[in-house]
Structures are given as C-alpha cells and as structure tokens.
C-alpha cells in the first residue's frame, strides 16, 4: 500500500509499505477514505525527529471502511468508522474512568508516557499511523466510532481527534454559566474551541496573529484579535480582573520564545542518542502562548490546556500562580469519553460547530508532501488539511 512516511527533518514521502495484517483476535483492517494533517504532525514533522524511524507512517486522524475483522472483533467489513487517536483497551482502570488516554494496557512504560497513539513517534508506540491507504485498528471494536453513511467523512472525521479535544478543552475550563474565554491559538483546534465555547453561550476572544485564522473565527461569532496588546485589551474588557478561563490551543512551537527556538533548531541537528535526553529532561517548550494564558486568566481562575507540551524542565510562574489561585487542567484528549455527546451534533443538520466550514486544503496522498510543508508555514491561508487516499 502507499502511506505518508517520515524521512527526516521537514521531510516527508508517500512510500510503498506493506500491507497491515490481522495480528490479534481484537484486530481490524480498515481502508481509509479521509485522513487528515493534524497541527500535531507538524511537531513530528519539526521537533520530534529522535523519536521517529526513517519511513515510519504518520497520521492519527482517519475514518473509512473496515475491510478485515479479526475473529474476536463484532465489527464487519463494510462498515463506516472514524478511528480515534488513542489507543485503548476500553476495560482497564483507566479506561473505565473516561481516561482512555492512560490506557493501562498500552501504556509506553519504558517512555512513562500514556497511552499508545496512531502515528506518534516512540514515545507513544510508534503504531502506524492513518495517512494511508490501510490502517490495522488494535482493540477494533473499542478503538472505533460505527458512522452512517448519510453525510460526507468532513463532518465525521474530526470525531478522530480535533473535535473531542476542543470539547475536552472547553470543559476542562470548567465553567458552570456564561463567562468570558480567551482562546490562544485559531489553528484547527482553536478555532473549534472557539466555536463550542461560544455555543454554549460565553463571550469567546481568540488572540492569533494570522489574519485568515481570525477571518474564519469572526465568521462563527468570535472576537478574533491579532494579539499585540492582548492582556491589556482583555483587562479592558473584564473590568480589570481578566477572563474566567484562558485555553492555550497552541503548545510547544509558540511564537516568542527565542530560547526555546533555537533550541528546537539545535535539536534537529544533534544525534538522536544525544538529542533524545535534552528532549526528555530538559525544558525546551516554548511557552510563550502558556505564560500568556496565564496572564489573561482572572484570580480564582481557569487555565485549560489543550496544545501539546514535551519539556520537562520548563520554568513556570509558580508564585504568581499560586497567588492568584489558579487551576490548571491539561491532557491529551480522552476520544471515547466524549462522543456520546459529540456525536448528535455532528450529526445535527444545523452544523452547529461549522464544520463544513473549517477545511481549506484538500488532496490526495501524492499532496502530502507539499501540503506539509504549506500547512507549517501558514502559507495560502492553510487552517486544516484533509487527504483522501483512494
């Protein structure tokens, strides 16, 4: 089969691979008809080059059409599916406390990291990922989302992963009436949080500084500011407390951490043995987009974090934020935990999340390479890329 292989540094291939198999009685096969590029891949893709082998498969957001069956597995071929990121086994403590991101049964404990994930270096299983023709689903009838065939897979693919972690991200918030959220980041999962945090009724203000990112949060209701005065603005506009929570959708390549930046750049140079632990023990997160939400965020509270953080040495404002009795609540997202609510409005005719209107770049898997490349560099106002495989 042909699959979107990672060669190295800002280096991406469609490549011939084999086929997956059948490899457990709990196994499926399915043939993927939508994948997507995840602003996640983008670390891969940049950052997290000592934790991947030349030619593994990329991709964690996929759905299609299961093909294979293992002999324990109730799915049957011809079925709709969205498969989502997380790995889990659906049975262990973990799972049945909806954290099936710390799935106990595929847990990396020689990393001490969580739950394995499609696509997602080392560190999480190094499990071949969905930007492919084929894709093997571990734990089939857990690790899968049965779909109708009634609408298009652009309103069903972002169960995969986007769409739950933006509602992760907003409940994470937790805030019981209207309120006022600042949003850090309007890439895909910005701009969807945005959108469910103003669906349920708070005044949302998303700070980025890409004007087609804040020209289609402006289209669902969001303030969308370019962010050069932002805590000022949002004091300005909260009485001078600051918002009730702040949710950072951006994570560890935020713009304005020079430091950080060039350490991002050393590591893609060093040797894997050598870059691997500066990676694992050292802080190089930039986290120019957390110390803002922190800064946004009123006494007593919420910061929700929803972008992706690898250091663990990063220096934080720890005085300031126990002071000001801050909460902080972080994580990847539990898939599985929300799509008995998600799936309805997915589902509902309103669209009531727009997502019709989120996807600006689309292409088969030979466009992978270039749309990489396009999607990092913000260039011909790309927010979110869908490939199709057939």
């Given at each position: ?8 540094r800002r280096d991406v291939a ?313 909460t902080l609540r972080m994580g990847q997202c539990n898939v ?55």
């Open positions: 089969m042909r699959a979107v292989t990672w060669q190295g469609v490549s011939e691979v084999p086929d997956p198999r059948i490899l457990e009685p709990t196994d499926a096969v399915v043939r993927i008809t939508s994948t997507a590029i995840c602003g996640s891949d983008l670390h891969l893709y940049e950052l997290f080059g000592p934790f991947i082998d030349r030619g593994d498969i990329l991709g964690h957001e996929a759905m299609g059409v299961v093909e294979e069956v293992g002999a324990a597995v109730a799915l049957r071929p011809g079925q709709r599916v969205v498969v989502p990121f997380n790995i889990a086994c659906g049975t262990c403590f973990m799972c049945r406390r909806g954290l099936q991101s710390q799935c106990e049964t595929t847990q990396n404990r020689d990393y001490g990291t969580g739950a394995s994930l499609f696509g997602y270096t080392k560190l999480y299983g190094q499990v071949p990922g969905g930007q492919a023709e084929l894709l093997r689903v571990p734990f089939a009838d857990y690790n899968t989302i049965p779909v109708d065939t009634d609408l298009p897979d652009e309103r069903y693919l972002f169960l995969s992963d986007i769409l739950p972690t933006a509602w992760q991200a907003v409940e994470y918030a937790g805030l019981s009436e209207p309120g006022t959220v600042v949003v850090l980041g309007l890439g895909p999962v910005g701009q969807l949080t945005s959108r469910i945090a103003a669906a349920r009724g708070h005044r949302v203000i998303a700070i980025d500084p890409v004007p087609e990112r804040r020209e289609m949060a402006a289209r669902h209701g969001v303030e969308a500011w370019e962010g050069d005065d932002d805590i000022e603005r949002v004091l300005a506009a909260t009485d001078g407390r600051g918002a009730d929570a702040a949710i950072d959708a951006v994570g560890l390549e935020a713009h304005g951490s020079t430091l950080a930046s060039a350490a991002h750049k050393l590591i893609g140079v060093m040797p894997d043995a050598v870059a691997r632990p500066m990676m694992e023990r050292a802080g190089i997160d930039r986290l120019a987009a957390l110390y803002s939400a922190i800064d946004v965020v009123r006494r007593g509270g919420t910061v929700s974090i929803s972008g992706v953080y690898a250091g663990d040495g990063d220096i934080l404002p720890m005085k300031t934020m126990f002071d000001r009795q801050l599985k935990r929300w799509i008995d609510d998600l799936l309805p409005l997915v589902r509902d005719e309103a669209d009531p999340f727009g997502l019709d209107d989120l996807v600006t770049h689309r292409g088969g898997l030979d466009d992978a390479p270039a749309l990489y490349e396009t999607f990092q560099k913000k260039d011909d106002g790309c927010i979110k890329v869908v490939l199709s495989p057939a």
